[in-house]
């Protein structure tokens, strides 16, 4: 399965930017589809992540209320609204899909599928 991310960009503090990921087929046994996130010299962070029958959607805590996640199965698509960005969110985004069990659905090492990342950068 491949993941194409896009949607990145530059953009004011404050400001919103949607990042959209495709899957090249449906693939029935990954259950959830998400994002991380990785800026220099830091870990790669959880950032949102949805399961495909929409039942669950779960956040980071520190976009919890700012990012919205959201998928269209019938494309295979994943999105993630990102709204009132700060300049913390700069990073390098990535798409993912996998098969964690809901308790470890942060869990990156889970997620078997990536993307190659797009480029979100906020300035202040």
């Known amino acids: 399965v491949q993941l194409q991310a896009s949607g990145g960009g530059l953009v004011q503090a404050g400001g919103s930017l949607r990042l959209s990921c495709a899957a090249s087929?449906?693939?029935?046994?990954?259950?959830?589809m998400g994002w991380f996130r990785q800026a220099p010299g830091k870990e790669r962070e959880f950032v949102a992540t949805l399961r495909r029958d929409g039942g669950y959607k779960y956040y980071g805590d520190s976009v919890k209320g700012r990012f919205t996640i959201s998928g269209d199965f019938a494309k295979n698509t994943v999105y993630l609204q990102m709204d009132s960005l700060k300049p913390d969110d700069t990073s390098v985004y990535y798409c993912?899909?996998?098969?964690?069990?809901?308790?470890?659905?942060?869990?990156?090492?889970?997620?078997?599928?990536w993307g190659q990342g797009t480029q979100v950068t906020v300035s202040s």
């Open positions: 993912a899909m996998g098969r964690p069990i809901v308790s470890q659905y942060h869990n990156s090492d889970l997620y078997t599928s």
């Open positions: 087929e449906r693939t029935f046994s990954s259950r959830f």
